[in-house]
């Protein structure tokens, strides 16, 4: 049994610090980068990237909302082909920093508001994805499992990794339950650890109510902006670790 840990990073802006990146770099297999919009800016982009080539991390786009103030997590209304052009922008700057770190991105991930919206628009989600294939065709998709994420990438053919979340908990529709709902977002390492690997055991999403909904889990998302963040991190590596589950980059497939 093999998967990647993944965390979203690169989120400082100037001299605002956030995240705990050098540390979970350290943990992870795989890292989603802030390309400017929602986050980050030059400056944290090639800090970050250097320090995923350096640890043998695999680099991923993290595009999102143009919205610093809500870190991308306000809901905005968008066609689809801003949609797709406002993913391709970030990709390409995202591809061109990578390089100058002497790397190379691997896979791309949506942000914040813009993945929850995908998440249940299966037409957003493919002009988002069709953007980035625009740019590179072989690029692995990072989808959330079972949702239209999952099905916009199927359709379009593309090469995908499918994710679950170590620290949110799920509705019984298997989406990530709305952070402002009790409960919605887990803090105890080891509750996390315990949760996540009865997910990757059973091949299946745990709803908050106990219901198994059967998912591909290729990758398990740690978010990387909280006080708890590398506690999770180490947690839940051990545990899996324990379990004999292999920590490695996803290879990403086509449906």
């Given at each position: 049994?093999?998967?990647?840990?993944?965390?979203?990073?690169?989120?400082?802006?100037?001299?605002?610090?956030?995240?705990?990146?050098?540390?979970?770099?350290?943990?992870?297999?795989?890292?989603?980068?802030?390309?400017?919009?929602?986050?980050?800016?030059?400056?944290?982009?090639?800090?970050?990237?250097?320090?995923?080539?350096?640890?043998?991390?695999?680099?991923?786009?993290?595009?999102?909302?143009?919205?610093?103030?809500?870190?991308?997590?306000?809901?905005?209304?968008?066609?689809?082909?801003?949609?797709r052009n406002l993913v391709a922008y970030q990709l390409g700057a995202?591809?061109?920093?990578?390089?100058?770190?002497?790397g190379q991105v691997r896979h791309l991930k949506l942000h914040g508001a813009l993945a929850n919206m995908a998440s249940a628009d299966e037409g957003l989600a493919a002009a988002c994805y069709q953007g980035a294939l625009a740019v590179d065709p072989d690029i692995i998709l990072m989808v959330i499992s079972g949702t239209a994420q999952d099905r916009a990438a199927r359709a379009l053919n593309a090469r995908i990794a499918c994710e679950i979340f170590a620290d949110r908990a799920y509705t019984e529709d298997g989406l990530l339950m709305d952070r402002r709902q009790p409960g919605a977002v887990l803090h105890d390492p080891d509750t996390i650890a315990a949760r996540i690997l009865a997910m990757v055991q059973a091949g299946a999403i745990i709803t908050a109510q106990g219901t198994h909904l059967p998912a591909r889990i290729d990758t398990i998302c740690l978010h990387g902006d909280g006080p708890e963040a590398v506690g999770i991190a180490r947690a839940l590596r051990a545990t899996l670790e324990g379990a004999g589950v292999q920590l490695a980059q996803f290879e990403g497939t086509r449906a």
């Open positions: 049994m093999r998967v990647d840990l993944n965390a979203d990073m690169g989120e400082s802006f100037g001299p605002w610090p956030m995240g705990a990146d050098r540390a979970l770099l350290d943990i992870i297999t795989s890292a989603n980068i802030a390309c400017g919009f929602h986050a980050g800016d030059p400056d944290v982009m090639a800090g970050a990237m250097a320090l995923a080539v350096k640890n043998g991390v695999g680099i991923g786009a993290h595009p999102g909302f143009r919205d610093l103030q809500g870190f991308g997590r306000r809901k905005m209304d968008i066609s689809h082909a801003e949609a995202a591809q061109a920093m990578a390089r100058a770190a002497g």
